[in-house]
């Protein structure tokens, strides 16, 4: 048997999926990426082989994406991360023409065929207040966890106003509005509502299609989730397995690529 292993290497967290028997997943890990890119990526290998009772050594194929992909010592091959999550969002649910990857440093928008084909892209610019590290830094500002935030926006009752583009300056606004008392609901419902707006600008530049599917961190806050599909006026496909479309994508690609190969 070949085992072929996905691995997502992004600035926050590393996720891996192994692959056996064609596209059969076996295992799938992810933990805190840290310092060192390399070190996530092998224990993340590690902690797949664990799951699935083999040795790394009996990996055959590796493929590597995300922020840290060129870090990966081991790899075989590196692809990008807009392929990549192409490829993961259409094997979870067959029906995306759409995906949003929204992670911890970057927001991605794709509009992908039926074979998984990204037929047009485009990317938030540098700046994180397009991405899930802005939620963090509102997260800092308020002192809580960020598994807080969702939950809490969705109780706000008037959400705030935070207009900047810049994720300094929205930190800043975040902390005049604790200094004027107003709700934390409040501040993080409007905390959302500006990052959704962001995403949503780069959406309708891709003249959108249903299915639409979102991958990356932010599928686990509910209230990130419900502010896009209010704003889009469609459901969006979430999930469990969302989190690891990436790792998926890289490790159904890198699979492609082995049998290529051996034809």
Do not use: W
Request: proline share 3%.
């Amino acid at each position: 048997m070949t085992y072929v292993l996905g691995l997502d290497v992004g600035s926050r967290t590393t996720k891996g999926v192994l692959l056996g028997n064609g596209t059969h997943s076996l295992a799938r890990a992810s933990i805190m990426t840290g310092a060192l890119f390399q070190d996530a990526a092998a224990k993340v290998r590690d902690m797949c082989c664990t799951a699935a009772l083999i040795d790394p050594e009996e990996v055959g194929y590796v493929a590597s994406t995300g922020y840290g992909r060129y870090q990966v010592a081991f790899r075989q091959v590196q692809i990008t991360e807009i392929t990549c999550h192409a490829r993961g969002a259409l094997a979870l649910f067959p029906q995306t023409r759409t995906v949003i990857d929204c992670g911890a440093q970057n927001t991605r928008t794709m509009r992908v065929g039926p074979d998984g084909r990204v037929l047009a892209f485009r990317v938030n610019d540098k700046c994180a207040s397009g991405a899930g590290r802005f939620l963090e830094r509102v997260a800092k500002a308020l002192e809580l966890h960020l598994a807080e935030l969702g939950p809490r926006a969705l109780m706000s009752k008037n959400p705030c106003e935070i207009s900047s583009i810049c994720a300094v300056l929205a930190e800043s606004e975040v902390i005049n509005l604790v200094s004027q008392e107003q709700p934390t609901e409040d501040i993080l419902a409007g905390a959302h509502r500006a990052i959704v707006g962001r995403v949503l600008s780069l959406v309708r530049m891709l003249k959108f299609e249903p299915e639409v599917t979102v991958t990356g961190g932010v599928v686990h806050n509910p209230a990130f989730v419900q502010v896009l599909r209010e704003g889009l006026g469609v459901d969006v496909n979430v999930g469990a397995d969302n989190e690891y479309a990436g790792a998926m994508g890289a490790a159904l690609l890198g699979l492609l690529r082995l049998e290529r190969a051996a034809a």
